[in-house]
T-cell receptor
Framework: AQKITQTQPGMFVQEKEAVTLDCTYD???????LFWYKQPSSGEMIFLIYQGSYDEQNATEGRYSLNFQKARKSANLVISASQLGDSAMYFC???????????????FGKGTKLSVIP | EAGVAQSPRYKIIEKRQSVAFWCNPISGHATLYWYQQILGQGPKLLIQ????????DSQLPKDRFSAERLKGVDSTLKIQPAKLEDSAVYLC?????????????FGNGTRLTVT
């Protein structure tokens, strides 16, 4: 079963508008973490924002915020005031505990391609 | 702080040939990961090291893929023999040990094309 589901293969947003990228996850762990990464056409993976399962407040980083709804197991990324440079692939990922003690790994969704229109 | 270094940036080989990729993680990062990213998909974990020991290699096709991390610093990933379906970007990432909230820091990847 997929652990991270991103249902939007592609999204369009007008420049300066806000956009929400959806992410749902599946885990039976009580302690977990959720990450969003941006991957421009150049290929590098850029970390955007992190939300821990015990964090009571939604995470924010500049124009990025994470709409965390624990009961629904969703962790949607909100980008405010979109810019042309925001055009990229966006990946949601969940931190899972590896078999080795104190070690973690990330499981990624399939991604959403965001296109910002001038 | 220097980032994760990977080489080569691009590689084109014929099927059944062998290839090796190199990764040097951020200094002091105990945990190193190799991910495979097929075009249009998210990265998939191949192998995870903690220092020089393997933590998870459950998704590594061990009949053709191998990886090592000698001395707990840099790492190499090898494919022998390569298949057409191995065409992908191979991403190396690192993170400090035991820090669940710390993000993985990725290198720029090696884009492999198997013809």
């Amino acid at each position: 079963a997929q652990k991270i589901t991103q249902t939007q293969p592609g999204m369009f947003v007008q420049e300066k508008e806000a956009v929400t990228l959806d992410c749902t996850y599946d885990t039976s762990d009580q302690s977990y973490g959720l990450f969003w990464y941006k991957q421009p056409s150049s290929g590098e993976m850029i970390f955007l924002i992190y939300q821990g399962s015990y964090d009571e407040q939604n995470a924010t980083e500049g124009r990025y915020s994470l709409n965390f709804q624990k009961a629904r197991k969703s962790a949607n990324l909100v980008i405010s005031a979109s810019q042309l440079g925001d055009s990229a692939m966006y990946f949601c990922a969940m931190r899972e505990l590896s078999s080795g003690a104190g070690s973690y790994q990330l499981t990624f969704g399939k991604g959403t391609k965001l296109s910002v229109i001038p | 702080e220097a980032g994760v270094a990977q080489s080569p940036r691009y590689k084109i080989i014929e099927k059944r040939q062998s290839v090796a990729f190199w990764c040097n993680p951020i200094s002091g990062h105990a945990t190193l990961y190799w991910y495979q990213q097929i075009l249009g998909q998210g990265p998939k974990l191949l192998i995870q090291f903690q220092n020089n020991g393997v933590v998870d290699d459950s998704q590594l096709p061990k009949d053709r893929f191998s990886a090592e991390r000698l001395k707990g610093v840099d790492s190499t990933l090898k494919i022998q023999p390569a298949k057409l379906e191995d065409s992908a970007v191979y991403l190396c990432a690192s993170t400090p040990r035991g820090t669940g909230g710390s993000p993985l820091h990725f290198g720029n990847g090696t884009r492999l094309t198997v013809t």
